[in-house]
């Protein structure tokens, strides 16, 4: 679930106890004999509601029958709609009742298990305790989705495939950030991580994806389908089955996060190599979620490296298909999360617009006007102000960055003093920021002139003529990113002007030109001439449907004739 | 298409290209054979061939992970090879996979005002800083890196040809912080016809050619296909 503003709230011991003891009766293993220990699982049981009971039975049935239908059925209505109802405040019902009435069936528990943890993170406060429980889980679930002898049988919707991977990316996110802040963690937690080094492992992570993505050979399929080869032979035993797909595609989405949260774009965007942004039928637009994400991901990435032509077409590519999609997907319970992520998106397309001015999409801009534009005016005019509230866009809607690395324990002073992942990033953004500024403010002034001595340009710019002969320069080499053309790799393109405006220095004589667009008429006359021809069409159909009724009478296309009026 | 740094570049031998395509380039042993081919590209003097931007963020990234192996002399090459890259991005690019702890040492802060001013066309600011204090008997922040000052020239002058269409010898002289004579010889070199007021007149190209253009709309076949057809069934 996308829980981006989830701020790790520390409640004291409190809520570990009580989470202790729910998970772990262990405990009171010594204390009691069997038969109250029978009578507590059985009132365990008994206190699961009559729906959920049934709810857990079903979804036991279908996942047993592949019944992949009425699962996604199982996942995406019942579950949210029981947990709104009887969970919205609490947990679900421990794995171990539950397993009492699924007859302990292991992929069964693994899998309920992943809810279970997935719907405390949501909606509770994990403890250390539960964050290391669940991480044990996902060991199970992969190890057992990985080290099978042959291709399992199971089958999962897409949905839940991409849930499972996008939640296992944020656990870990969360863990990396919880651990990171020192200051707030108690000496026991430190000891015991310290000791569990192996837990939510950056590399362990990675293994999870890149064996995901290996043991499926979704980038020989995706290859292959690109090339016009044969995919199915490219797949091999395992990646033919849809589980092993799926998983290995969304692993390949699931990669691009991490990396971008690891602050390496470069291999964000070249994770990407095979999946074609282009393609309106492209796997990952089967679910909106992942849709959204690569999208939002990929502009991330190119803003970060200061293709910010590049930026603005891949967001404002998916904001046109959110808005244009959003009354399907209202009764989504991804709604929210897609909601969230398109407003992050609106953010950081105010930030690239004003650092590199273009036109954008007209409902679009109106709405970044509507939101943004006080923002957005400020931005543009420089100086401290901008860069102000430029950091407060950006923390918005920047993904939560992390450390690969566990802090330092033994100089945990210090540790708690580094500077925070987010706010390194955002220092060497803006560091591009304040030259890429110096686009918009010029570009302002130059526009209105033909020719500008620089003397008097510099005299209206309040700058001295040397600074403003540098900033000049810098216009100039600002003014050109590289941008994406379409090839299959996003990290190339070609260089390109990216301003309407462009000058050149004789000594002190600037001569400005200006680059518009011309007037486009050819859409225009096309659309037209197709509507007068489907007239003309139209008419003389309707002309030879009279004159044979008038005449022969003709079967077959009399239904749709004209009636005849004699 | 013009290369950008993610091309493979010429000299980038097999072995390297292989570890950079596979998982092994998150096996810490193998920041070894990332570094020693960090020292062979500082060795190259060649600019366009001497800089591989993928395989020194591979190895950035492998200390990221493992900071038990940063070595900050090799960050240093890093950046001071990103700085002259012909992409102004590199840098950046360098800097994201770095910390604030890496970031706050010497010859790294100096390396990041350094690159301010470069970025900032602060062009005579930059050369002081360089090679400025006269009793600096510290090593430069650049050095062991062959042919860093031409490659950084390069830059300097793509960037002045792009935006003078006539610029005054002086200014430079002050830019490249080259002496007249030198000046002279670059001009010769380039056939950049100089004055004798020592105005030198530089070539036109797209960047410094300052016309008013129009956008004008391509019509692609495609789009006349429906009216084609129409007009052969009439």
């Known amino acids: 679930m996308y829980q981006e503003n989830y701020d790790d709230v520390e409640f004291g011991g409190d809520v570990d106890l009580v989470a202790n003891s729910y998970a772990n009766s262990n405990l009171v293993e010594g204390e009691l004999d069997e038969e109250e220990l029978i009578m507590q699982a059985q009132a365990g049981v008994q206190s699961i509601p009559e729906p959920v009971r049934n709810f857990l039975a079903n979804l036991h049935r279908n996942l047993a029958n592949c019944n992949v239908g009425d699962l996604a059925y199982n996942y995406e209505n019942q579950f949210v ?91 870990f996110q969360s863990f990396c950030t919880h651990r990171s802040r020192v200051s707030k963690r108690s000496p026991e937690e430190i000891e015991l991580l310290k000791e569990n080094a192996q837990v939510w492992n950056t590399y362990s992570v990675l293994n999870v994806l890149y064996s995901l993505i290996q043991k499926s050979s979704i980038c020989e399929q995706l290859e292959a389908g690109q090339n016009g080869g044969d995919v199915i032979e490219a797949a091999g035993d395992f990646g033919v089955r849809p589980l092993y797909k799926m998983l290995g595609y969304f692993s390949i989405i699931g990669l691009v996060r991490v990396h971008c949260m690891l602050g390496d774009y470069t291999m964000a965007l070249q994770t990407l190599e095979n999946v074609e942004l282009g393609n309106s039928r492209a796997l990952f637009t089967r679910v909106t979620a992942c849709h959204v994400s690569v999208y939002y991901y990929v502009g991330f990435a190119y803003l970060m490296m200061g293709r910010y032509a590049d930026a603005i077409q891949s967001f404002v590519h998916i904001l046109t298909f959110v808005s244009r999609t959003r009354q399907y997907h209202q009764r989504s319970y991804q709604f929210d999360a897609v909601n969230k992520k398109a407003e992050q998106m609106y953010a950081l397309l105010a930030i690239a617009v004003s650092l590199s001015p273009v036109r954008v999409d007209e409902s679009i801009h109106s709405y970044l006007r509507e939101k943004y534009g006080d923002q957005q005016h400020k931005m543009q005019r420089g100086g401290d102000e901008a860069i102000e509230i430029m950091s407060e866009l950006y923390l918005y809607a920047c993904p939560k960055f992390i450390m690969p690395n566990p802090p330092s324990y033994t100089d945990l002073e210090a540790a708690s003093k580094a500077l925070e992942p987010q706010s390194f990033q955002l220092k060497i953004f803006l560091r591009e920021a304040r030259l890429q500024l110096v ?55 070609e260089s390109t002007s990216t301003t309407d ?63 005849v009026e004699a | ?54 395989a020194n ?60 001013y470069l970025e900032g066309a602060q062009f005579d600011k930059f050369w002081k800083e360089m090679y400025g204090a006269e009793d600096d008997d510290e090593e430069s922040v650049v050095d062991g890196i062959a042919g860093f000052d031409n490659g950084l020239r390069r830059l300097i002058i793509g960037q002045i040809t792009s935006t003078y269409q006539t610029v005054a010898a002086k200014a430079v002289e002050k830019m490249v912080n080259l002496d007249e004579e030198a000046v002279l010889r670059l001009c010769k070199e380039h056939n950049w016809p100089a004055d004798s007021n020592g105005i030198i007149t530089l070539p036109l190209k797209s960047e410094n050619k300052a016309k008013n253009t129009v956008i004008k709309e391509s019509v692609k076949f495609e789009q006349l296909t429906k009216i084609i057809s129409a007009a052969n069934d009439i």
């Not at chain 1, 989705?145 to 999962?156: F, Q």
């Open chain 2, 57 to 116: 963020l591979a190895l950035l990234k492998m200390y990221q992970f493992n900071p038990d192996l940063v070595d900050l002399d090799i960050i240093r090459r890093v950046l001071a090879k990103a700085l002259i890259s012909q992409s102004q991005g590199d840098f950046n690019l360098c800097l994201y996979l770095l910390s604030d702890d890496i970031c706050s040492d010497v010859s790294i802060g100096k390396l990041l005002v350094l690159r301010d």
């Open chain 1, 501 to 563: 405006l462009d000058f050149a220095l004789q000594e002190d004589m600037i001569f400005i030109a200006e680059s518009r667009v011309g007037r486009r008429y050819a859409d225009w006359f096309i659309r037209n001439t197709n509507k007068i021809q489907d007239l003309v069409n139209s008419i003389e159909n309707r002309q030879k449907a009279t004159i044979t009724n008038g005449g022969k009478p003709k079967a077959e296309e009399e239904a749709g004739a004209v009636p």
């Open chain 1, 439 to 493: 686009i918009p403010t010029l570009r302002s002034f130059l526009r209105l002139y033909t020719t500008m001595d620089l003397d008097r340009l510099s005299t209206f710019l309040d700058l001295a003529p040397a600074e403003l002969r540098n900033q000049l320069m810098v216009y100039k080499q600002r003014c050109r990113q590289i941008k994406w053309v379409g090839s299959p790799d996003l990290l190339k393109g």
């Open chain 1, 81 to 171: 709609r029981l947990t709104d109802k009887f969970y919205a405040k609490g947990p679900w019902p421990e794995p171990q009742y539950v397993a009492a009435l699924v007859g302990d069936d292991g992929l069964f528990l693994t899998l309920y298990r992943e809810l279970y943890y997935r719907h405390i993170y949501s909606r509770l406060h994990p403890s250390m305790e539960t964050r290391f429980r669940s991480f044990e889980n996902y060991c199970d679930l992969f190890n057992y989705i990985l080290n099978s002898d042959g291709p399992l049988e199971l089958e999962l919707p897409n949905q839940w495939l991409w849930d499972i991977v996008d939640e296992f990316i944020y656990q």
């Open chain 2, 1 to 54: 298409m013009a290369s950008t740094s993610f091309d493979r570049p010429s000299t980038r031998p097999d072995e390297i290209h292989s570890l950079l395509t596979g998982v092994e380039r998150y096996n810490p042993q193998k920041a070894g054979v990332l570094e020693d081919y960090l020292v062979r590209q500082c060795a190259n003097p060649d600019p366009v061939s001497n800089h591989d931007l993928m």
